[in-house]
């Protein structure tokens, strides 16, 4: 059975620094693009980072600049490293990875920006 675990939210203050980890396990074929998405109290899901394989990473607008997205393939291990984090990045953030048949989904990871 697929597993994607993730971990790393939490609380933090308005500036401060999350990173979060998502694994990809049992999955039996190539992953081809992981990344995250987040969805905030009331708003639609969005593409936070996304890193297909082989290309350059993708961020939305908000984040360009403050967060980043890097993979260790070997391990199936995707990394969001989020800086000068602001209220409005408050969300769950759900974790995916992508094969060429299917797209896996984690359990999701709350992280709160408040002081």
């Known amino acids: 059975q697929v597993q994607i675990v993730e971990s790393g939210g939490g609380l933090v203050q308005p500036g401060g620094s999350l990173r979060l980890s998502c694994t990809a396990s049992r999955i039996g074929f190539i992953i081809v693009d992981m990344g995250w998405y987040r969805q905030a109290p009331g708003k639609q899901r969005e593409l936070v980072a996304g890193?297909?394989?082989?290309?350059?990473?993708n961020y939305a607008d908000s984040v360009k600049g403050r967060f980043t997205i890097s993979r260790d393939n070997a391990k199936n291990t995707a990394y969001l490293q989020m800086n000068s984090l602001k209220p409005d990045d408050t969300a769950v953030y759900y974790c995916?990875?992508?094969?060429?048949?299917?797209?896996?989904w984690g359990q999701g990871a709350q992280i709160t920006v408040s002081s």
């Open positions: 995916y990875a992508r094969t060429r048949a299917s797209t896996y």
């Open positions: 890193l297909p394989s082989g290309t350059v990473p």
